[in-house]
Each structure stands twice: as C-alpha cells, then as structure tokens.
C-alpha cells in the first residue's frame, strides 16, 4: 500500500509538557498533534484505504518532501507520522514495524509531505541472532 500524507509536526512539537496544574509532568500530545492525527484519520478514511488495514510483520519506506530548506533531524518526524498511521487504523501496533527506511527528499519541495509505503514484511535472513562462536 502507497500512502501520501501531509508534512508531520517534529517530535518537539508533536509533544507538550504542562509544568502546572494537575497534568504538570505528564507528557501529552499537541493541539497540533492532535490535528495531524485527525487529518491523517480523514485521509485513510477515504474509499481506497478504508478496508485496508495492514497485519503481521511490516516493512515501511517512508520518502520526506520537506516545505522549506530549513535543516531537520529526520528522526524528529517519525514519532507523529507512525503514531498516526496507527490511531487512522492502517496496522495495529508500531510493534509490528520490523524493517524501516525513511529517506529525506531535496528541498523545497511544490507539494510538501511524505510517501509512506508499507507492505509484508518478509526477512530474507534467519530469525534467530547468528552463533557468534
């Protein structure tokens, strides 16, 4: 399955840390997570992929097509875009995540966002470590 997805916020901004009242020390998910979570969800709710929803092992490529030539850590945009993936219902658990390649595209990009694809994920080595002896 081929998915294209809107720019995800960065994990610095996918998070927010109250330091008062009763949620003081709770880590919580954003305004701004939150509307990327539900703009996700109508996306995957469109026909084509509302009967998918993927099983098992999975391998997932995800290409970034960055907004602007700002400079980004790639790993701070995994968090938002994985979690969701899972919330929109397309697998179950980020644990089913077995083989991951995320490649960031040159910048500025006409339409900005990325293209996650997943499929079955097959090893093609042995399921157990080698003996190291």
Known sequence: MIIFLPWPPSANRYWR????GKLAGRHLISEEGRAYRKE???IV???KYQAVRMIGDLSVTIDCYPPDR???DIDNLLKALL???CKAGLYD???QIKRLLMTMRPAP????????EIAQ???PYPERSPDPG
């Open 45 to 47: 709710a469109m026909d």
């Open 70 to 72: 700002r400079r980004r």
């Open 83 to 85: 979690d969701a993936m």
């Open 17 to 20: 840390h109250p330091t008062k």
């Open 121 to 123: 994920h097959a090893p």
């Open 93 to 95: 658990d980020d644990s």
């Open 109 to 116: 990009c006409p339409h900005p966002g990325v293209r996650v």
């Open 40 to 42: 996700v969800a109508s």
